[in-house]
Every structure is written in C-alpha cells, then in structure tokens.
C-alpha cells in the first residue's frame, strides 16, 4: 500500500527555531488584552480524558477526542447546553470535572512549577507522563489573548536518558484561532487513537518533537455531517543517534454513527540520503451507557507503507469499564498490544544498520511496549472529586526471541501544600536484566 503526505515544512536546527519564535513571539504578545481563555486540552491528563470520554459515549457532546490536543473552543457551545441535574451519577462527576478545568484554562492560575525525580533509567509511564530523566524541575508561564495563547516553559534535565539537552522548551507553545482554524508553533506531545495503553504512532513515551501544526474543527459541520476534526503538522525529529527527519504528519477523526467515533492517521519521515518512511493507522471506539456505569471497546490497526502477503499489521484492542458516584469515579483498563509485524516490513521498521527509523530522542514516540512483541496490559484507577486519585498498572510483554518484560506501576496522587504530589513505586521484570525497584516522585504547583 503505497500513500504520500502532501505537506512541506523545512526547519532549521530544531532547539534554536523553536526556542527563538517561542521566545520573540510570546514577548511580542506581553502587551495585548487578557485572555477568553486557553486554547489546548492537552495530552497530558488521563482523567480529564475519562470525562470527556463518559460525556461522549454517553451522547452528551460529540466532538471527537481521540486525538489531543484538543481545543476548548470546539467543546464550548456543548458543554454549555448540558444540564448537570438530568445526568447519572458518573455522569455528573464528568460534568463538573470538565467544567472545572476549563474554568481553571480561563481564570485560574498562569504560573507552573514542577519538579520531580526518580531513581531508575527504566522508568514505568502512565498516561501522560513525561519523565525522559532522572530528575528535572521546570517553570512556566502562561499568555492569553481573545484568539491567541502562549507558553514559555523552561525545563532543567538533571542525567537526561539520552545524554544530552540538560536544558529544553518541551512544553512551550504559540496558538492562534481563526474561527475553525487553529494554528500553532509548539512542543507539545501528541496522542492520537483510543488506546490508553499503547497508541501505535504517537504518546506520550518520547519527548515532544518540535512542530508547526494546523487543526480545523467547524462549529457547524456540513449538513449530513458529524462534526470532525482535521490535524495536520511537520515537525523536526532528532532520533538520538546523529540521525534527523522532517515529519508530516495527517489526521482526521470524527464520529460516524451514534456511539461510534472513528480515526484516520498518516505520517511520512524523510532526510537526505535516506529512505522515506511511512506509517498509516486507522481507529475506532464504541461505548454506552447503563445507569452508572459506562462500557467502551476500541482498536487500532497499523501498517508501514507496504503490507506483504506474510506480515502481519501492528494492532492494539482495548476494553474499559467506568463507574461511581458524584464524588469518586472507578476505571478498568484492559489492552493487548500486538506489535510484530512481520519481518520484512515491520510497522516499527529497522534501516540498514537495524535501528529503529521512528525514533525521538533514542524512545518510540508511539507504543512504550517493545517492538515485535505481544502485550497484555490493564489498569485500575480511582478518581475523586478533591483531585486525589489512585493508579495500578501492569503490562507484561513476550518478544519474538522469547524475552519476557513484565512491568508495575502504583502511584497516590494527593493534593497537599497548595499543590499536588505524586508518589509512584514501579517493579520491572525482565529476562534480560535483573528485577528491579524503583520510585518516582513529583510535585507540581500554579500561580
């Protein structure tokens, strides 16, 4: 199967152009009128996502959110329509955690500062996480004008995975809105299709690339039509190993019928005397629901740019079951994670030298679970109103050569000092290496 991603892009030395427009632009912006509000749900909070998710399978908003970033805009007019007093108990929890955040993207604090550590390279990510280094503390700052919004986040690596880069900008962007129109210059991570557990082209296990990226998401689709939303990007990849790619990158998802929301995703990495490399997934994800509970079933199906006749596609199924009460909410996570491809064409592909092509910073940008390997992970997750919230997760991964990886996560998540901490203690097993402990933990404040 052969496809082309028609969007050109050349950058410059990525840390230098985004750092300088990053920097120029948001200064420019110092003196223009307070902000509506801010532009991004980002990628980085796992229930704020449940929420959305409870809202749209139960047929209360229908934007797509499989894929974020996501604008406040687009979910404004819907939020405002719905009325807390007719929902389920779930129901109204999702409401008002939404409601909540989006009052905190237009009024509340402006100021971030976070700072966190661990004492392990083998780091166990949940949803959302960012840890690339053994500790790291950054300060940011938010702008927000009637169409546009900044950030200015600085980060200090203390040993960085990958060696290098003890000082970066992840995190920061420039936004604009032009009615449906969104355009940005960020460092944001990606997380497109369903999955919590293992999205095939982009989440949260590498470092955000550095990107220009267009969305479009009409407030009044076409007539016949469901609303839909359309990202495209180019973006600056760095794989670690003296080796740099522009990526274009295309999506387009919306909901097809009642219950059913549905994604398309393409991705095209080229450089100078090397080959180019395609990646194409498709997703989809159904949910109900009954009384209090809700039920959602998903899949995500990747190929590279040729299937052969004895390859297999990479593909993740997942199934989710959500309930509580106004106050505490209650999830379960099942997935499995098929990852071996094939051994001509595999969806993570090896060049010449066998190292990965799609590489960020020596991470897959896309599924944290090893190449060519089958994965069976789930989770459990408590949420309260207060902010508080408990996580168990587990996957355990069999490779094509028999290797075994097996991997633990439990974390208390507590506001306290005005803040909110986080304590994880993670254990990895794996038949190459020793069994190993670790502990995460960070603290995080606005202002």
């Not at 960012?130 to 300060?139: H, M, P, R, T, V």
Request: glycine content about 6%.
């Amino acid at each position: 199967m052969q496809f082309v991603i028609g969007i050109q892009i050349s950058f410059m030395s990525s840390n230098s152009f985004i750092r300088n427009t990053l920097i120029i632009g948001s200064f420019s912006l110092l003196l223009t009128p307070v902000a509506v509000s801010s532009v991004w749900i980002e990628a980085n909070d796992v229930e704020l996502r449940n929420s959305l998710t409870v809202l749209a399978e139960s047929g209360l908003i229908k934007t797509p959110i499989q894929q974020f970033p996501v604008t406040w805009k687009s979910l404004l007019p819907e939020l405002d329509a719905l009325e807390i007093k007719e929902l389920s108990t779930t129901q109204q929890l999702a409401l008002r955690h939404v409601r909540h955040q989006l009052s905190q993207a237009q009024t509340g604090p402006k100021t971030r500062w976070y700072i966190g550590a661990t004492d392990s390279e083998q780091v166990v990510q949940d949803y959302g996480d960012d840890i690339y280094e053994e500790g790291k503390i950054s300060l940011s700052r938010s702008l927000h004008g009637t169409n546009w919004a900044a950030r200015i986040q600085v980060n200090y690596r203390q040993d960085p995975f990958e060696g290098d880069h003890k000082k970066t900008l992840d995190g920061s962007y420039l936004a604009y809105n032009l009615n449906d129109w969104s355009f940005s210059l960020d460092s944001l991570p990606l997380r497109w299709g369903p999955a919590e557990h293992s999205s095939l082209l982009f989440s949260n296990n590498a470092r955000p690339m550095p990107k220009i990226r267009i969305d479009y998401a009409p407030d009044y689709p076409p007539a016949g039509m469901n609303p839909f939303k359309i990202s495209l990007f180019s973006a600056y990849q760095d794989d670690g190993y003296s080796d740099y790619y522009q990526v274009n990158g295309i999506r387009f998802s919306s909901q097809l019928f009642q219950h059913l929301w549905f994604g398309i995703s393409a991705i095209e990495q080229s450089a100078d005397n090397r080959p180019d490399n395609r990646m194409l997934t498709a997703d989809a994800r159904t949910g109900f629901d009954w009384g209090s509970h809700q039920f959602s079933a998903y899949a995500e199906l990747g190929i590279d740019r040729k299937l052969e006749s004895d390859d297999k596609p990479a593909y993740t199924l997942g199934a989710q079951w959500m309930t509580g009460s106004t106050e505490r909410r209650h999830s379960v996570t099942v997935e499995y994670s098929q990852l071996d491809g094939g051994t001509e064409h595999d969806f993570y592909s090896l060049d010449e030298n066998q190292k990965q092509y799609f590489l960020h910073h020596q991470r897959n940008p896309g599924s944290p679970f090893p190449r060519q390997s089958q994965t069976v992970s789930t989770s459990y997750r408590q949420f309260s109103a207060d902010g508080s919230a408990w996580t168990a997760l587990l996957s355990h991964s069999k490779k094509k050569n028999d290797e075994t990886l097996s991997r633990a996560l439990l974390r208390r998540t507590e506001p306290a000092f005005s803040g909110l901490i986080k304590l994880s203690l993670q254990y990895i097993d794996s038949s190459s290496y020793d069994n190993e402990v670790g502990i995460q933990i960070s603290g995080e404040w606005r202002f």
